[in-house]
């Protein structure tokens, strides 16, 4: 090999070194972004409610309603809400008739026609987030005319872990917590999550970015050889 083949092979291992380095430092920066940089909660998450989490009623509501993170689509079908009666083997559901209004389209509202008797009663709802397009399904209780028993203290807490929110009274101290539970439930839910995670797309080219710098060097030195050969 000449003293000009030798410098021109040093020069392209030179080159092929620099792309790969600043490849991987790019890759580097994106997925040390992407550890560090919030991400957006997906789903229209429930925020709060009326009746309230496990709130206890003097009568029967004519309304329910549901607050979410994020706006909802007002598309046919796109949201459902119906209560059911928790108590009983028999379980009917009421499905409701649900109103997205364009004043506040993070509010899901559905009007009762009809008398419940006393009793706890779960609100099963489904929505479709206008801002990610995600489907969400959830449920919360409340009670008629009905003190809670202890089961269902017990399940209305694991509801409420679901929902990501703290049971109602859960954080006060036990002097001001009231025999009647309020209807004050507070979410501990962010619409940013701080949650560490690595993004797909910054693994693949954290793998990608230094394999396609490097065969493309290789591309292009063959394309230069051959060049020299033709000109020979």
């Known amino acids: 090999m000449s003293t000009t083949d030798t410098s021109n092979a040093a020069g392209w291992r030179r080159l092929a070194i620099i792309a790969i380095t600043v490849s991987a430092l790019v890759s580097a920066a994106w997925l040390l972004t992407g550890l560090t940089a919030p991400t957006a909660s997906a789903h229209a998450a429930y925020v709060s409610s009326s009746p309230a989490f496990a709130e206890m009623l003097d009568e029967s509501p004519s309304e329910i309603s549901i607050r979410f993170t994020q706006e909802l689509f007002r598309r046919a079908g796109a949201n459902e809400m119906w209560v059911?009666?928790?108590?009983?083997?028999?379980?009917?559901?009421?499905?409701l008739q649900v109103e997205i209004n364009n004043d506040d389209r993070h509010v899901m509202r559905?009007?009762?026609?009809?008398?419940?008797a006393p009793g706890r009663y779960l609100v099963r709802w489904r929505n479709l987030s206008a801002e990610d397009g995600d489907e969400d399904r959830g449920v919360f209780p409340f009670y008629v005319q009905s003190d809670p028993l202890d089961?269902?203290?017990?399940?209305?807490?694991?509801?409420?872990?679901?929902?990501?929110?703290?049971?109602?009274?859960?954080?006060?101290?036990?002097?001001?917590?009231?025999?009647?539970?309020?209807?004050?439930?507070?979410?501990?839910?962010?619409?940013?999550?701080?949650?560490?995670?690595?993004?797909?797309?910054?693994?693949i080219w954290l793998i990608a970015g230094p394999t396609a710098a490097a065969l493309l060097m290789v591309s292009w030195r063959r394309r230069h050889q051959r060049r020299r050969r033709s000109a020979t």
């Open 110 to 116: 559905g009007t009762m026609d009809m008398e419940l």
């Open 84 to 95: 059911e009666p928790a108590r009983g083997d028999d379980i009917p559901q009421y499905p």
């Open 151 to 203: 089961t269902e203290v017990g399940n209305d807490r694991e509801i409420a872990a679901t929902l990501l929110i703290t049971y109602p009274n859960d954080d006060e101290p036990e002097d001001t917590v009231e025999a009647t539970a309020p209807a004050v439930v507070n979410v501990v839910r962010s619409d940013d999550s701080a949650d560490v995670r690595i993004g797909a797309g910054a693994i």
